[in-house]
């Protein structure tokens, strides 16, 4: 379930503020045990950056904080593992006295006696879950050779692999029958997305399904008769000791003897990985806390345990003749079932480490989290990938900088100081994420570098520093808002927010003030004003009305902000198709206060009372200043000798009287020596006004009286900044959620004439003004650029800072060490669990870091994220992404919305099924249903672009490659008709979709057809914003009816449970009646007057569930199906990492008032248990829909909807007689 900021909506796009997702936490020097050369390229070999000198003062160092120092070897070699022989291994297989199993990413081979593996695989993509035939001559596996993960096979002395799935879509098994047939799970057969067992005979290519649904793993019997298999997949969050409703139980088939039966209804939790010998099944659970080796008898009975790990599961068992192999903390473990005899197969391998060797990112630009413009517009600071870059505006006035260069150290939000001499990054280096600084130039010799604060304990972030570049303003994760002395690190806490993060900070010109937004107790964003001289917190805005994007004017004489007060809705009334519902667009206005009394606004027009004299003195002094802020340019062309490209350390004039050392520097700026009113002072080294700050005076008293709106029409208003002359703000366009993708800046003169909005740039993720107001830096995701600050299109391209020549190479080994205390600090720091469950995290920590070491992929590093974050126990814990090392091609299958079946008397590929669609939809129709397409069932599709389809293991196989391109297909029918078509096939995402939209269209009917149309039918595959639209297509055509079944089986979750209840919750109250014709109308609106019923199953996941839950708890109606899969603790995925990867957080448990935590970990209990047995429902029943159908009538027979009657039209006429007109 995703859950957006609670606060309004983040707005990163002041200096050195992250872009895209808010980022995370620190990686444990200890943990890297060598150095790396991490080196960055622009052109040439970056000069500067920092070693790993200690700051000035010391630093607090986490435990075996200390690095040793690296020899000329190890900083060439990444720092990888001293035993570089020794890998981690995962997916074993075991046939005869041979071991396969996967490291590296590639397949390797070894005996059972262990010694050094010999690589069967080597192709740059993943290669996956090996499995040997019982005659032990083939391998199968998982590989993506041509990108498409697909199903391979191989001799097991090595050979070309063949492929043998054509859109595999993506199972959890590969194993084999006992006679050496090929057995894989998948989803590609199934409409409703289900896994189901595959037997496919290599000699033959014929495939057979297992007859049963959600079978994601199995083994048969030794004669073929039986097969015990896995129900269910895993469930996809990395969850220890799960115990929800999508729990992997082991059942047992016998085809043709009725359904499948469950052997493992005794233990709650999961049991899986069925594999059978000698009358006994073999499995995987974890019912003593820790995933062990297990076996029953073949129905169920006389459980006994194989082996006992205590604190690191088992998992991928194979069984081969009375022994099973395993991984267990990187290792291959083998152990015979008879004696329980356990051993460790100790393997070494030969590799050139490829993936450990250095490498480069070729596109460093793509990576930016993090970007900010120097005071005067002549640099930037870059954060790409966890490392902190300076560049020149223009290349050839300035070199590129890499800052940082220790390895295995995360850098983000980089900013410069007001000086432009130093930047200000956030940092990982001592254990925690603290605030360091060194000299834009790079760090040239000891003391460089400076920690500005250490007393972390929590994710930091969005430092911004006062102008006069004493005093750093930052926020943590625990929505505390904090102010530090920048020269002696000391820190004061000025607020701490009961509702969420204070953001959005700035400061006044005099640096007195502190301006910031927080959220009131009524969720509306306030802005609060801290007073350094008070030590005090006001809020100065109304709760009222959301108030936010504070900006002070640059001569502190008022406070500019955004707040949404334009509250008209873009829709009249609730009258009209579907309810319509207000919108409230364009909310934003800009607004002003005065910060004391007797201001003029500078918005207000002329006047006859208004001094002309004084506004002419002003624009001559304007004159003047710009006058001298002017700059000879070079003749171009000519040998002129540039201006220096950096700042200068030292003042023109008297030389010998400024300190030469950067600490020295800073004493003399703070110092009495530093005299900044002397006549001549450079205070302005980076283009910093040289004029004495006036101080900012704000009269408390009446401040709400002083506010003025600006004469800007309203819009969807965010990012607002203030320049002497001129205004600036993003704006969005329509009903996307402000922040979320592109804006458009725009700017405004201050003027008390003609007020004009001007569109500045378009298509932004940040922008930020420079600190002299006279440069604005734009961000695209893909480009830079500065230009010059004005109310008017910029220059966008002319602006655009050069990195095209940028790259940087990066140590793997140092950088997998950093991702995994990373992930493992954001999970301490945004779980919403402040006592982690119980678990002692530090321990935690300890206990996967060695593993860390002797991983060599990517992939491998995953595996271990995925274990540290099962122990939390909590659902909506993923680990995805990363920088993978991929195979060069991509070619995708494309597909014509059909399955076949190979028939070589016909001549081809006999169509089986075509996928149906709602008539009334012609957009969902697929490849062959197509107008003018006349393919039916049954047909042979005999050739593809000329080609014979019987040349080819599979039509897909001539379909790579072939997406919405026009495609020749030949089409015999059973009369020997033959006919050619034009298709445009379809990518496999479209082929899916068309599967699924083929089940719900025929629920649908199904409904109709035994409900006499009396009762209609919605089903909802998520709740996110493209879900709403289905709720509306399948509701509103049937709101009139008895009953309703709301279908949310295989529901993905999202976030619009509100939306939906709150559409079943409008009751009719009064009904209108019309002059003729029988059709009532009603109030409220389109409100439901029958009964319903939810479906749900155990893939009904996260905000599927909460609308169950709801839909139960608020008396709706009745919730049929079985138990959902528990994930209700939310989360924003705000937590990635370095590299793009993720291992999730929940953030946001849910509970009620009766102080119960709600679902998680167990979930939504139906009102009426139906399951859909896995046979039955592989032959198309639907139990589940039945009983609902059936609920349903009986409903409508025992408390029947009553009928809208109109009642008798009043009389009022005049009677006569006496007391005739009485009542």
């Not at 444990?28 to 060598?34: C, E, I, S």
């Not at 799960?242 to 003897?257: C, H, M, S, T």
């Not at 990054?425 to 400076?450: I, M, Q, T």
């Not at 207000?604 to 003047?624: T, V, Y």
Request: charged share 25%.
């Amino acid at each position: 379930m995703q859950q957006k900021s609670r606060g309004r909506f983040e707005r990163r796009w002041l200096a050195g503020r992250s872009i895209g997702r808010a980022a995370g936490a620190a990686f444990a020097v200890a943990l890297a045990a060598g150095l790396s050369l991490s080196a960055c390229a622009i052109a040439q070999p970056p000069e500067g950056g920092s070693g790993s000198t200690a700051p000035a003062g010391g630093m607090r160092l986490s435990e075996g904080n200390a690095r040793p120092a690296a020899s000329p070897a190890s900083i060439l070699d990444g720092g990888v593992q001293q035993n570089q022989t020794l890998g981690y291994y995962r997916h074993p297989a075991l046939r005869g006295d041979t071991i396969v199993f996967v490291s590296e990413g590639d397949i390797w081979k070894v005996s059972t006696a262990g010694g050094t593996a010999t690589r069967l695989t080597a192709h740059a993509g993943e290669e996956s879950m090996p499995a040997i035939s019982p005659d032990g001559k083939t391998l199968a596996f998982v590989a993506s050779y041509e990108g498409p993960a697909e199903v391979y096979t191989m001799p097991m002395e090595g050979g070309l692999p063949v492929r043998r799935t054509w859109g595999w879509q993506r199972g959890g098994f590969i194993g084999w029958t006992p006679d050496n047939k090929l057995l894989y799970s998948t989803r590609q057969f199934a409409t409703l997305p289900s896994s189901q067992t595959v037997v496919l005979d290599l000699n033959t290519g014929a495939t057979s399904i297992v007859e049963l649904y959600e079978a994601d793993q199995g083994s048969f019997s030794g004669d073929g008769k039986t097969f015990f298999f896995t129900r269910l997949p895993f469930q996809g969050s990395y969850t220890k000791r799960y115990k929800g409703g999508f729990i992997q139980q082991l059942w047992k088939f016998v085809p043709g003897a009725g359904d499948a039966t469950p052997l493992t209804t005794d233990y709650a939790g999961t049991s899986k990985d069925a594999m059978w010998f000698e009358g006994r099944v073999y499995f995987l659970s974890d019912r003593d806390g820790v995933m062990n080796l297990w076996s029953m008898n073949e129905d169920g009975k006389d459980l006994k345990q194989h082996t006992f790990h205590k604190e690191f599961d088992a998992a991928n068992p194979e069984m081969d003749a009375g022994r099973v192999v395993y991984s267990h903390k990187g290792d291959v473990h083998v152990v015979d079932v008879k004696t329980n005899a356990d051993r460790v197969v100790n393997i070494t391998l030969t590799s050139d480490l490829d993936q450990l060797r250095e490498r480069w990112v070729k596109e460093p630009v793509r990576a930016i989290s993090s970007v900010s413009v120097s005071p005067n517009g002549d640099r930037v600071a870059i954060v790409s990938r966890g490392r902190v870059f300076v560049a020149p505006a223009k290349a050839r006035h300035g070199r590129f900088v890499e800052l940082m260069t220790t390895p295995g150290v995360r850098g983000r939000s980089a900013i410069f100081t007001p000086d432009g001499q130093r930047v200000v990054f956030a940092s990982d280096r001592s254990g925690e994420v603290e605030y360091w600084s060194l000299p834009a130039r790079g760090a040239r010799e000891a003391g460089d570098e400076k920690m500005i604060t250490s007393d972390g304990e929590i994710l930091r972030w969005e430092a911004v520093i006062s102008p006069d570049g004493k005093l750093m303003a930052h926020s943590d994760k625990n929505q505390k808002l904090y102010i530090t002395e920048i020269s002696t690190g000391q820190t004061t806490k000025v607020f701490d927010s009961p509702v969420d993060r204070p953001s959005e900070y700035s400061w006044s010109p005099d640096s007195q003030w502190l301006v910031f937004q927080a959220q009131a107790s009524n969720m509306a964003q306030q802005i609060q004003l801290y007073s350094l001289k008070d030590k005090t917190v006001t809020p100065i805005s109304s709760d009222r009305f959301e108030g936010f994007s504070p900006a002070f004017s640059p001569d502190g004489k008022w406070l500019y902000f955004l707040s949404d007060r334009n509250i008209r809705s873009t829709v009249p009334s609730p009258w009209g198709p579907m309810a319509p519902q207000p919108y409230f667009d364009e909310r934003t206005k800009v607004y002003a206060l005065a910060l004391k009394a007797g201001e003029r606004s500078p918005w207000q027009a002329k006047d006859e009372l208004f001094d002309a004299s004084k506004e002419k003195d002003k624009e001559k002094d304007k004159d003047k200043d710009k006058e001298k802020d002017k700059k000879p340019e070079p003749a171009e062309g000519k040998d002129v000798k540039q201006p220096p490209t950096e700042p200068a350390k030292e003042p023109a004039k008297e030389p010998s009287k400024e300190p030469t050392k950067p600490e020295e520097a800073d004493k003399a700026k703070d110092g009495k020596d530093a005299k900044e009113s002397k006549e001549g002072k450079d205070a302005s080294k980076d283009g910093k006004d040289s004029k004495k700050t006036t101080p900012v005076v704000i009269e408390m008293e009446g401040l709400a009286d002083r506010l003025i709106e600006v004469p800007i029409a309203p819009g969807n208003y965010s990012r607002l900044s203030v320049t002497e002359g001129a205004l600036y703000f993003g704006a969005t366009d329509g009903v996307s959620e402000r922040g979320d993708g592109g804006f458009t800046l725009k700017g405004v003169a201050i003027s008390n004439d003609k007020v004009e909005v001007k569109n500045v740039a378009s298509g932004l993720r940040a922008y930020e003004l420079s600190a002299d107001k006279k440069k604005i830096m734009l961000y695209t995701g893909d480009s830079i650029s500065i230009v010059d600050a004005a109310p008017a299109p910029a220059e966008v391209e002319k602006g655009r800072v050069s990195l095209d020549a940028w790259s940087m190479s990066y140590s793997p080994m140092a950088e997998y060490r950093q991702l995994y205390t990373d992930a493992w600090r954001l999970l301490r720091d945004y779980f919403y669990a402040t006592n982690m469950h119980g678990v002692d995290w530090n321990a935690m920590r300890t206990k996967y870091a060695p593993l860390v070491e002797r991983i060599r992929s990517r992939a491998e590093l995953n595996d271990i994220l995925a274990q540290l974050t099962g122990e939390l126990s909590t659902l909506h814990h993923f680990v995805r992404g990363g920088d993978f090392r991929d195979g060069p091609d991509n070619v995708a299958i494309s597909y014509l919305g059909c399955e076949f079946t190979r028939d070589e008397k016909q001549g081809g590929w006999v169509i089986s099924r075509i996928y149906k669609h709602d008539p009334d939809e012609p957009n969902k129709a697929g490849p062959l249903m197509r107008p003018g397409i006349d393919v039916k069932e049954g047909d042979v599709l005999t050739a593809i672009n000329g080609r014979s389809t019987l040349d080819v293991p599979h039509p897909a196989a001539l379909l790579r490659a072939k997406a919405n391109q026009q495609v020749l297909i030949t089409v015999k029918r059973n009369a020997g008709e033959v006919k050619d078509f034009i298709v445009r096939p379809v990518s496999g995402g479209v082929q899916a979709d068309l599967r699924y939209t083929d089940w719900e269209f025929s629920r649908r009917r199904e409904v109709e057809k035994l409900s006499e149309g009396k009762i209609g039918y919605v089903h909802l595959r998520a709740m996110g914003t493209e879900n709403i639209s289905e709720w509306a297509r399948g509701y509103f055509p049937v709101y009139n009816r008895e009953g309703l079944i709301i279908d949310v089986r295989r529901n993905n979750g999202g976030n619009i449970d509100s939306w939906i209840l709150g559409q079943l919750l409008r009751k009719a109250w009064m009904y209108w009646n019309q002059r003729v014709g029988v059709a009532p109308n009603w109030n409220m609106q389109y409100a439901f007057r029958g009964h319903v019923v939810v479906i749900c199953d155990s893939f009904t996941a996260s905000d599927g569930e909460a609308f169950s839950d709801g839909f139960r708890r608020l008396g709706i109606g009745k919730v049929i199906g079985t138990r959902t899969w528990g994930g209700e603790v939310w989360l924003s995925s705000s937590n990635d990492l370095s590299d793009g990867g993720l291992a999730s957080a929940g953030e946001f448990g849910v509970y009620n008032l009766d102080g119960i935590w709600l679902v998680e970990g167990h979930g939504v209990d139906p009102d009426i248990v139906v399951d859909n047995p896995p046979h039955a429902a592989f032959k198309g029943e639907d139990a589940q829909l039945k009983a609902a159908v059936e609920h349903l009538k009986k409903l409508m027979k025992e408390k029947p909807v009553p009928p809208v009657v109109t009642p008798a039209l009043p009389d009022k006429s005049v009677k006569t007689g006496p007391g005739k007109n009485a009542k």
